[in-house]
């Protein structure tokens, strides 16, 4: 089969959306890894589930070490603040502050205008048909 260049096109459009929102990054001062952490917080707090270190490490597959560095970066910052247990004082479970709630409320509009380019250059049957296969590509590298 001859190479179609296929990753190499998956590749500029990842990279132009990341230029969208590396201006975001820029604007409040956080790096990738920051966002996908406030978001990640963001999300499981919106579904009333309390997050604590140990998750971030999980969902980032980051040491301990780095994660607490993270947080503290973040909780500085004026990003998140650490919430005590009622039952554990030792636990510490992590919630956003009104400033880290901007950032993700800024990243979903963008996610959304990002998904808004995609959408005007498909049709509904193209962006259903581009779901599956990028759902296969998915999964094939996720299997390896």
């Known amino acids: 089969m001859e190479n179609k260049r296929l990753f190499g096109k998956i590749c500029y459009v990842h990279r132009q959306m990341l230029r969208e929102n590396s201006q975001l990054l820029s604007k409040y001062g956080v790096t990738p890894v920051h966002l996908r952490t406030l978001v990640y917080v963001h999300i499981q707090n919106s579904k009333g589930v309390k997050v604590c270190q140990k998750d971030v490490e999980n969902h980032l597959n980051l040491r301990p070490s780095s994660v607490s560095t993270l947080i503290s970066n973040l909780e500085n910052d004026g990003f998140l603040v650490r919430g005590t247990d009622e039952e554990n004082a030792r636990?510490?479970?992590?919630?956003?502050?009104?400033?880290?709630?901007?950032?993700?409320?800024?990243?979903?509009?963008?996610?959304?205008?990002?998904?808004?380019?995609?959408?005007?250059?498909?049709?509904?049957?193209?962006?259903?048909?581009?779901?599956?296969?990028?759902?296969?590509?998915?999964?094939?590298?996720?299997?390896?």
Do not use: F
């Open 91 to 144: 636990k510490k479970y992590l919630e956003l502050t009104g400033k880290g709630k901007e950032v993700c409320k800024e990243d979903k509009q963008m996610m959304e205008g990002c998904d808004r380019i995609v959408q005007s250059a498909l049709s509904e049957e193209e962006q259903l048909e581009l779901a599956v296969l990028l759902d296969k590509i998915i999964e094939k590298i996720e299997r390896r």
